[in-house]
Structures are given as C-alpha cells and as structure tokens.
C-alpha cells in the first residue's frame, strides 16, 4: 500500500510537472509567433522616458537629438562600422551580466547569425576597443541607427525583447538600417491611414532617405511593420498597394532583401 502511495504521489507530481511545462511552452509559441513588429510594440508600449534613457523615433529608434528626429544619420553623416583589411567588418560587443543564460543564448544566436550570410563578425569587448555596442537590459526595446562612436547602447529588455527577430532587428538598426515603411519610395507600395494613428505618433512614418541599397521594397522584412502599427482605433496604419489582400509585416528573421542590402551596404 506504502508503494503504491508513492508511486501515485510521484505520477502526480510528473503529471503537474508535464502540465506546467506545456502551458509555458504554449505561452512562449503565441509569443514566438508574433511578429517582430508586434513584439516591438508589445515590449515598449508602457515605456516612460527619463533622463537616463535616449528618446525614441518609429518606436524602437534611439536619437541623441531632436535634428535626427527626421533625419537618417547613415546619410546625413555617415554610418558605417570599420572595415578590415581582410574583409570583415568586425564589431565588438559585451553584454550586461543581468541575463539569464538562457536569455544570453538567444542574444548570442542573433550575432552569430550575421557570420554566415554577411562579412559582419561580431565579438566580444576587448580592452583598447573605442567603439562597441552595449547590450543591456534596459527600458524596451531601442537601438541608434549606425555607428555612434564609444560604447553605445542596444537594448534588450528582458521583459518582452528576447527574441531572434527582435535581436536581428535591432541589431540591423545598429548596423545603419531605418524601418521598411520610412523608406524614400514608401508610397508606392504602402498607403498610410494617417487617422488611425496614435495622436502624437505620425512621426513614426514619416519618409526619410534611407539606405534602400538598390533593393526592391519588402514587405516580409524583418524591418517592416505590420498593418495595424500604432493605431489608435484597432484599424489599419497600412495597407499594401495596389494588392490591399498582400500579407506583410510578419517576418521573424531577416528576409533575402535584408541579407542583400546588409552586403551591399558593407560591400560583403
């Protein structure tokens, strides 16, 4: 009888277990199906600015000042990160100790990621490296655009910026990429319903000249956003033209036009 107590005692307590395990991994699939936009929203959607912390542009974009509110940085002054005499564009990293390895492996999956379709290599900080990107757990989701010189920061809040599309996505920003929909030719693949948009937030989609590298505008880029960004209404932000039925906005990684225009940006 004691046996068997204990044996139902130990069924019971796998079969909680088992339970618990699939509801978190149920949870995480609805969150990994989200596109990288959504995430994006999602993660800065609370945020509050302070002192300590860079405003924002198009959502996730950091500035420094209010001119490069409506201004690309990689056109205006130029962006780029070093080449090295043997082709590589080698970029150094460290990342804050405050993630889990669980939460590191993600992060270092998305900079490895870069190594076999592009000339970027990403690397740990060195002692003597001046220029390298920061990556920290701080409020939201954000990232400049190109290199800034120094340490500069990439946020990846452990609260709902954890993702591989999110990673990538951020880390094209440091690269010198801006979003799919400010691209210069925007208005020929996209329509803006400027009235559904968040009051105060039209900002978001205002056309810059941005590094499109002779590239066709793409709506599964990892960079685009998807139809309902922003709204203040639970309406479209945009609508693709002259198809409005054309799905977009639901990458979860870099498209083929991102790997493309990476390479040709840095002359891989």
Same mark, same amino acid.
């Given at each position: 009888?004691?046996?068997?107590?204990?044996?139902?005692?130990?069924?019971l307590?796998?079969?909680?277990?088992?339970a618990?395990?699939?509801?978190?991994?149920?949870?995480?699939?609805?969150?990994?199906?989200?596109?990288?936009?959504?995430?994006l929203?999602?993660?800065?959607?609370?945020?509050t600015?302070?002192?300590?912390?860079?405003?924002?542009i198009?959502?996730?974009i950091a500035?420094?000042l209010?001119a490069?509110r409506?201004?690309?940085?990689?056109?205006?002054?130029g962006?780029?990160?070093q080449?090295?005499?043997?082709?590589?564009?080698?970029?150094?990293?460290?990342?804050a100790?405050?993630?889990?390895?669980?939460?590191?492996?993600?992060?270092?999956?998305?900079?490895?990621?870069?190594?076999?379709?592009?000339?970027?290599?990403?690397?740990?900080?060195?002692?003597?490296?001046?220029?390298?990107?920061?990556?920290?757990?701080?409020?939201?989701?954000?990232?400049y655009v190109?290199?800034?010189?120094?340490?500069?920061t990439?946020?990846?809040?452990?609260?709902?910026?954890l993702?591989?599309s999110?990673?990538?996505?951020?880390?094209? =920003?440091?690269?010198g990429?801006?979003?799919?929909?400010?691209?210069?030719?925007?208005?020929? =693949?996209?329509?803006?319903?400027?009235?559904?948009?968040?009051?105060?937030?039209?900002?978001?989609?205002?056309?810059?000249?941005?590094?499109?590298q002779?590239?066709?505008?793409?709506y599964?880029?990892?960079?685009?956003?998807?139809?309902?960004a922003?709204s203040?209404?639970?309406?479209?932000?945009?609508?693709?033209?002259?198809?409005?039925?054309?799905?977009?906005?639901?990458?979860?990684?870099?498209?083929?036009?991102?790997?493309?225009?990476?390479?040709?940006?840095?002359?891989?």
């Amino acid at each position: 009888m004691l046996v068997f107590s204990w044996f139902l005692v130990t069924l019971l307590l796998v079969a909680s277990s088992w339970a618990k395990e699939e509801v978190a991994t149920t949870e995480e699939d609805t969150y990994r199906e989200l596109s990288v936009g959504e995430l994006l929203e999602r993660a800065n959607r609370d945020r509050t600015h302070d002192f300590n912390e860079p405003a924002l542009i198009g959502g996730d974009i950091a500035i420094k000042l209010e001119a490069d509110r409506n201004a690309d940085p990689c056109t205006s002054r130029g962006c780029l990160w070093q080449k090295w005499s043997d082709g590589k564009v080698y970029i150094p990293y460290f990342i804050a100790n405050h993630y889990s390895s669980r939460e590191m492996s993600i992060i270092i999956r998305g900079l490895e990621s870069f190594s076999s379709i592009s000339c970027i290599r990403f690397r740990p900080y060195q002692d003597g490296d001046y220029e390298w990107l920061s990556i920290e757990s701080r409020n939201g989701c954000y990232s400049y655009v190109g290199r800034q010189g120094g340490g500069q920061t990439v946020s990846l809040d452990r609260q709902g910026c954890l993702y591989h599309s999110t990673v990538q996505h951020e880390l094209l =920003h440091a690269m010198g990429f801006n979003h799919e929909q400010t691209r210069s030719d925007r208005d020929n =693949h996209i329509r803006v319903y400027w009235e559904n948009i968040i009051d105060g937030m039209a900002y978001n989609f205002d056309k810059i000249n941005t590094l499109n590298q002779g590239t066709p505008y793409d709506y599964n880029s990892v960079m685009q956003y998807e139809r309902y960004a922003f709204s203040k209404n639970n309406r479209p932000t945009m609508v693709p033209i002259p198809d409005s039925n054309v799905s977009f906005g639901q990458a979860t990684q870099m498209s083929k036009n991102d790997i493309d225009r990476l390479n040709r940006l840095y002359d891989c």
